[in-house]
């Protein structure tokens, strides 16, 4: 049987980034956590943390933790349903942690998720990362869910399909004027617009459309929304835009598209637990309507 208390300890250390900050929101001394996490590491024969100027969970730890996160979230819908909707109990606002790329956030996630989250008082706490990327944060037993490309269910998992999201290569009009009768050439001689280094987006709409693979070009690393669309607006280059934002630019400067019904389609996928708390299950089906009304499905 494994120690409450150690498991509690591994997990503030997780979460707080530092055996001190543990210590101190555990309202314990650091030899105390030191401890708890040693006498659970000998439990397990095996160790559960790297120690060094940042701490990492190891797999091992990282599968404790996954397991740590989901008896909690069981024991709130327990004491829920034992003390019933009236009550102090019940009325303890509980957090799902997810993983959701930047494009799909604004854009489907957050509008269909708000509500629930609302009426059943839950709080998320968000991890943002490309849609390849997201689902390290689930295997790391960080998150609760993510919105992915993995289509294969990772162990312990389910992959339930989203549907997809479309993306279009667009510019400042004066831009793709210069290239229409060079590209792809001429636009590859100006920067593009990434979001960040994880972003392969232009890769595969190079690939896709042009079949050009590795493809050498200059790149301005943009890593905000609003942000990253006013890059364009400026002419500074070209860049990939998914079609719910697009839909969304009324009364902005307008961007056009560098070819012209050429597009990109990334399926999503929401991966999460098998064995689910009340309140998670309420987010996946709040997540799953969502996608079924905004995003592109069959």
């Known amino acids: 049987m494994l120690d409450a208390r150690q498991l509690d300890a591994l997990a503030a250390v997780m979460e707080h980034g530092s055996f001190g900050a543990a210590a101190q929101a555990l309202s314990l001394s650091l030899a105390a956590v030191s401890l708890r996490i040693k006498s659970l590491e000998d439990t397990m024969g095996q160790r559960l943390l790297v120690r060094g100027k940042k701490v990492v969970a190891t797999p091992a730890g990282q599968s404790l933790l996954g397991h740590v996160r989901q008896v909690r979230l069981m024991e709130a819908d327990l004491l829920g349903g034992l003390h019933g909707s009236g009550t102090e109990h019940a009325s303890r606002l509980q957090r799902l942690s997810v993983a959701v790329n930047t494009d799909s956030l604004s854009s489907w996630f957050l509008p269909g998720v708000a ?51 479309r993306y279009r290569c667009v510019a400042a009009p004066a ?124």
């Open 175 to 298: 831009l793709v004027a210069q290239w229409r009768h060079a590209l792809p050439h001429g636009m590859l001689r100006t920067p593009a617009v990434i979001f960040n280094r994880k972003d392969a987006m232009q890769d595969a709409f190079l690939a896709q459309h042009f079949n050009l693979r590795n493809a050498l070009y200059p790149r301005h690393f943009v890593p905000g929304v609003d942000a990253f669309e006013t890059a364009l607006e400026l002419g500074m280059g070209w860049g990939m835009v998914p079609d719910l934002l697009l839909a969304k630019r009324e009364n902005k400067p307008q961007l056009e598209e560098v070819l012209p019904g050429r597009a990109v389609k990334v399926v999503l996928y929401w991966q999460h637990w098998t064995r689910e708390s009340v309140a998670a299950q309420r987010l996946t089906q709040a997540v799953k309507q969502s996608a079924c009304i905004h995003l592109l499905q069959g």
């Open 115 to 165: 509500p629930v989250l609302q009426q059943h008082g839950l709080l998320l706490d968000i991890v943002v990362d490309d849609q390849d990327h997201t689902h390290d944060a689930l295997k790391s037993g960080d998150v609760t869910g993510c919105v992915t490309t993995l289509a294969q269910a990772m162990r312990g998992c389910v992959a339930e399909p989203l549907g997809m999201m």
